[in-house]
């Protein structure tokens, strides 16, 4: 049995071995197939309670699938998602949400989408609305309330999202790049959201491909290449003195195209 976060070499010093009650989120052996290829290779991870994980690696790398698998909405070929220590259940996903890079939310006003996210939740009358009212004030949102959720700018609609996800008071968020094209003021808006859930809380499972954002947030990090575990392990490590090819070039702002040579069918070979 694992007791440690991510299946690395021995944790450099200064890093908190994990033990396992405080895993809230573990897979193992994960493999995801389609149109017969092998898009995730074999993939264990382990998410910390409470932690900020950031998945990254390059276009194509796998973590939007991961995120997928982790999350239930997509089966793996083989392996297992336990979410503390159990198979995923619809119940583990409703304690589980997901923001997807372009928002999905529903063709109504802004306040319909809470209304809706929360009913759902089977939420009603006064408590609701005292929720309803805490995530338009955290989003800064509540002058627009009532306008068509359609009409709201990308950095809005995003924030958004974010907060309908949090009203629901999730164990875990997932975001997939939840501030690509989005500006810095936008930026920051979103991850002083998402540091806010989780001071309270919440675990955050988050795809980036920004650096400064990497920094900014990063606790663990799982770096993905061609469907496969590059490196994972505290951030400090991953992105200060990584051990793998692709995070090192990662970190010397290199383009890393070593990978991308080999045929789809190496894919569940390990290179690193
Ligand atoms: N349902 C599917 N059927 C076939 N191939 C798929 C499917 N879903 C994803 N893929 C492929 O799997 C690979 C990984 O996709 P994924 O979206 O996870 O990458 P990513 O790391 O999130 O990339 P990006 O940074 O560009 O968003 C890609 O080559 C993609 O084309």
Redesign the pocket.
Known sequence: MRDAIFDMPAAPSGYRPIARDEMLLEASNLVFE??G?R?LCGIDVSIRKGARTLVM??????????LRLLHGLLKPAQGDVLWQGSPLTKQAMRAQAMVFQRPVLLRRSVLANLKFALSVRGLRGAERAEKIDMALTAAGLSHLAKQPARVLSGGEQQRLAVVRALACEPDLLFLD?PTANLDPASTAAIETLVLEANARGVTIVL?T?DSGQAKRLGQDVIF?QD?CVAEAGPASQVLGAPRSEPARAWQDGRLYLGANTRSINDRSRRTF
């Open positions: 389609a149109g290829q898009l690696g390059p276009n194509g790398a796998g973590k939007s699938l991961l790049e795809v491909h993905l469907g």
